[in-house]
């Protein structure tokens, strides 16, 4: 691992938690692996498209996402970031605030860092 590797992924993360608040849903994707899996706290699991898809439709409309990086652990062509959420959404019409620990999974593909997972569980 080095730090350059690590320092790169905390700023990849950063930018995908700000193009979901700000709906940059094409700069999301471009950060994303298509084989991306997304499980949220409900255990709820999207795909790339079918997460853009219910953002897109404003199923899903992130309004903040605080985000703190715990740690970052480069393996390889690997990174995993795990790390605590805390969200304010409209989820299916409704309102809601989550407390969430967060794991994200990067894949270095052809040189460029890829999420290619997010597991979020709820805190408490």
Known sequence: MTAADADVV???ERRRFRAIVQRDFDGFAELAHPELS???SSGTLDTLESFVGKCES???VYHRIEHVIDSVTVAGDTAVVVGEMRVHM???GMRRRL?????????????TWK???HQATAKG
Request: no cysteine; charged share 20%; net charge neutral.
């Open 99 to 111: 407390e969430n620990r967060s794991l994200g999974v990067w894949a270095r593909v052809d040189g």
């Open 115 to 117: 999420l290619l997972a």
């Open 10 to 12: 905390r700023e990849l």
């Open 58 to 60: 404003t199923y899903f």
């Open 38 to 40: 997304y499980t949220h």
């Open 90 to 92: 409209t989820a299916g």
